[in-house]
């Protein structure tokens, strides 16, 4: 039945986005054609097969096949509702959801003011969503009948509902690493609101493309839900981060994975397209440059679940292999081709109306934000997938790791971080040396004296001191921008200073979002710098009744400890973590033995406090000793504080006013 | 105290930081590093996916790096402890790819890129500042 009912679901969201396509392109032509009800189907579509698809993992309803592999009785809340999009076909399901509310979202504000543009990008949006539901009804059906059933997961399959079903008496579960950690649960969601909603922008650029008008409308138009989709994307990166150092045991937060490189690689380009879309707006420049990057940035997005869903890397991440993979690699190829063929086609009408007056100017420092973030980018690209092509084209196995890309991106990030302290600063069209100076010396002591704390204190290593003087002098430049701006309308005002502030925000929250951002990037700098530096590790066999003295901490081993659940059973060691005589906390790091797989999965105990992390995993464990690695990692905090700000940058700039200001550059001290 | 006083004692005091943070990080010991963590972080465990043998907890990626210690306290620079311990395997273990033929492209095309993509950043200014009529 409720095979059935997800297949009706898939079956009128696939309608629904033949008919936006179809209804969105005539009108884009010129006929008077609503969209209200195409949308309004595929949104239901979509919306159902959700539903349906949780219902059956919530009725333990093990006819249908999704169910039978991925669910178990025993998957406890909140991860039996995340095994809805935790396997391959859930989570087309889920990024066919996230589609439909973006396009949603997108046709609401295209009824405010019907146009050409809008009802173009809508027949875009409804194309992808047309692969997407074509997929969930044919190669990733996730409402096939299981008909013949093992002891625990489905061995054979019909996608015809109404054949006799039969089902396993309890299903195999989910993945043992997505079952033991709430934010398992919560970041996939941001990340895919993150990829889906960059659609939005690339919709309005080809339908820019389209309809010959390569002018600021579709930037314009689409400025909003760039800025939402950055923002989860930053927010689901950062929480995908936080999660594998939380739960992966190896006491670190980015290893350069290919699966981190795929959320990665889009976020870069995007951040990119953000900026290089305020120079058109402003300055009418990088007309041409701004199509390629929109383009790439939706083509990447597609490269990352290719990645991610494929199993053709080999990584932690990619648990499902199927007929998927073919699929995406020709949806990949057909954008590729299409969107630049189109790009190509139209060439003459994206002309450069305005060039640049001096590269000592905003926009010059954009373009250099850009360049750095474009070979970042592509610094990334190569490395996940140059393994792959090599070894396709002469069998050659080579690996490309974290020493490569920490090499070649160190140098990048670098030179970001300097950009994004300058550039905020510099005025458009050309920046004179002495009004740069009058905004920046002051910062450039401040962040100096930062640095020369951190050498007489904490490190003397080179580069750590440079990232804290670069970070602090970015900080701090934001800061005073804002000072300068709230105490002077303050004064001539007589208003607060609070109001003042909000004011600032309210006025342009577009810029004071990005310097909400930039901050947020400079406290990750300085989180990274600390964390990769000052941390020290070592690796301990005690036995219980055994005291370590480490990082200042004095730790005791009292006992191991054994518990079991349904799904798993857990071995562990009790360790009193004690300061200077004083009991601060009980750790328990652990092993979990799942059902369903025969690795352990080490879950780490970590005590976070201002200072730093204490970070205890489990290495080896039998009833005499254990075998922990004990790491401490001075400010780790930093890292996710620093991504929360960032991404709440976005949320803040989301509101920010869309026209171009040009007579409005805001008056600086 | 006149304008420009105070303006010449902020470049002083600026000038004076950033030689006293600049003789801090050039006079510094050389850090007491662990190079059993930094070779062992160079080279991939063989049955992990994707981890160095520094990272894994996995029990041939322990006893690789207790090879690497041995080989240390032998004597062997970072070079010929890599060779050593990867011997048996190919050069898919080192994280770092080496430089050759196969990899020459994986190497450069960021330098291309970063090189070609400034040049055209530069071809594409104005001769002139002062010509500019057009918002």
Not at chain 1, 29 to 48: D, E, F, H, N, Q
Not at chain 1, 132 to 161: H, K, Q
């Amino acid at each position: 039945m409720l095979s059935f009912l997800g297949l009706l679901a898939v079956l009128t969201g696939l309608a629904g986005a033949i008919a936006v396509t179809v209804q969105g392109a005539r009108s884009a032509a010129g006929k008077s054609v609503s969209l209200r009800r195409p949308v309004a189907i595929l949104t239901g579509g979509a919306v159902a097969a959700m539903l349906v698809l949780e219902t059956a993992i919530l009725a333990n309803d093990f006819t249908v096949r999704y169910v039978a592999d991925h669910h178990s009785r025993n998957t406890p809340f909140p991860f039996n509702i995340a095994t809805g999009w935790a396997a391959l076909e859930g989570s087309i399901v889920l990024w066919g959801l996230v589609l439909a509310g973006y396009t949603w979202a997108t046709h609401r504000r295209y009824e405010r003011a019907p146009d050409g543009l809008g009802a173009a990008a809508l027949a875009v949006m409804g194309l992808v969503a047309v692969f997407f539901f074509g997929v969930m009804a044919t190669i990733a059906n996730p409402f096939e009948t299981c008909i013949e059933a093992a002891a625990r997961s489905c061995l054979d399959s019909s996608p015809i509902p109404f054949v006799s079903a039969s089902a396993p008496a309890d299903g195999f579960g989910p993945n043992p690493l997505l079952q033991n950690h709430i934010l398992m649960a919560i970041h996939p969601p941001m990340l895919y609101l993150g990829y889906i909603g960059l659609t939005v922008p690339f919709a309005y650029g080809i339908a820019a493309l389209a309809l010959g008008r390569p002018g600021t409308a579709w930037l314009v138009e689409s400025k909003r839900s760039t800025t939402v989709a950055w923002s989860f994307l930053t927010l689901g990166i950062v929480l995908g981060s936080w999660w594998a150092y939380e739960v992966l045991s190896w006491g670190g937060w980015w290893a350069w994975d290919p699966v981190e490189n795929a959320s990665f690689m889009p976020w870069l380009i995007a951040t990119a397209f953000l900026h290089s879309s305020l120079v058109q707006i402003r300055r009418g420049m990088l007309q041409s440059w701004n199509f390629v990057l929109v383009i790439s940035a939706f083509a990447l997005t597609i490269l990352g679940t290719f990645l991610t869903r494929s199993g053709t890397i080999e990584s932690v991440h990619s648990f499902t292999q199927s007929a998927i993979g073919p699929a995406l690699l020709g949806f990949l190829a057909l954008i590729l081709v299409g969107s630049f063929s189109l790009f190509a086609l139209r060439a003459t009408a994206v002309a450069q109306p305005s060039r640049l007056d001096s590269l000592s100017s905003r926009e010059g420092a954009f373009l250099l934000n850009n360049l750095l973030l474009t070979v970042y980018a592509i610094v990334v690209l190569v490395g996940t997938i140059y393994p792959i092509v090599l070894e396709a084209y002469s069998g050659d196995r080579v690996t490309v790791g974290a020493p490569f890309f920490d090499r070649l991106t160190a140098p990048l990030s670098f030179g970001l971080l300097l950009a994004m302290g300058v550039g905020p600063v510099m005025p458009w069209r050309l920046a004179r040396a002495e009004v740069v100076w009058r905004r920046i010396h002051g910062p450039l002591q401040t962040g100096l004296a930062a640095a020369a704390i951190t050498a007489v204190a904490l490190t003397r290593v080179g580069w750590v001191v440079a990232v804290v003087a670069t970070s602090v002098f970015l900080i701090s430049v934001a800061v005073r921008h804002a000072w300068v701006q709230a105490s002077h309308a303050s004064r001539v005002k007589k208003t607060s200073l609070v109001a003042e502030f909000r004011r600032l925000f309210q006025r342009d929250p577009g810029y004071w979002g990005g310097q909400v951002s930039h901050i947020g990037v400079a406290v990750i700098a300085i989180g990274i710098a600390f964390a990769t530096n000052l941390s020290t590790n070592t690796q301990v066999s005690v036995v219980p009744g055994d005291v370590v003295q480490f990082d200042g901490y004095e730790l005791t081993y009292t006992a191991p400890f054994l518990q079991r659940y349904p799904n798993r059973e857990v071995q562990g060691a009790r360790i009193l973590v004690a300061k200077d005589g004083k009991q601060l906390d009980v750790l328990e790091p652990s092993l979990n033995i799942f059902a369903n797989s025969s690795t352990a999965i080490g879950s780490p105990a970590v005590r976070t406090s201002l200072g730093g992390d204490l970070y205890l995993s489990v290495r080896a464990i039998d009833p005499e000793s254990v075998t922990l690695r004990l790491d401490a990692s001075p400010m780790q905090w930093l890292l996710w504080f620093g991504g929360m700000v960032t991404a709440a940058g976005g949320f803040v700039s989301y509101r920010g006013r869309l026209a171009a200001r040009r007579d409005r550059e805001p008056s600086l001290v | 105290m006149s304008e420009a006083l105070r303006q010449r004692l902020r470049l002083v005091l600026t000038a004076g930081l950033a030689v006293f943070v600049v003789a801090a990080v050039v006079t510094a010991d050389p850090p007491s590093e662990d190079r059993a963590q930094r070779i062992g972080s160079q080279i991939r465990c063989p049955v992990c996916s994707g981890e160095s043998i520094a990272a894994s907890p996995n029990q041939l990626a322990t006893d690789m790096m207790d090879l690497v210690r041995e080989l240390i306290a032998q004597g062997y620079t970072d070079d010929q402890v890599i060779e050593a311990v990867i011997s048996g395997y190919d050069d898919a273990q080192r994280l770092s790819p080496p430089f050759n033929p196969a990899t020459a492209a994986l190497w450069a095309l960021p330098g291309v890129v970063l090189i070609g993509g400034g040049a055209i950043a530069l071809t594409r200014r104005r001769p002139s500042p002062e010509s500019d009529q057009t918002p």
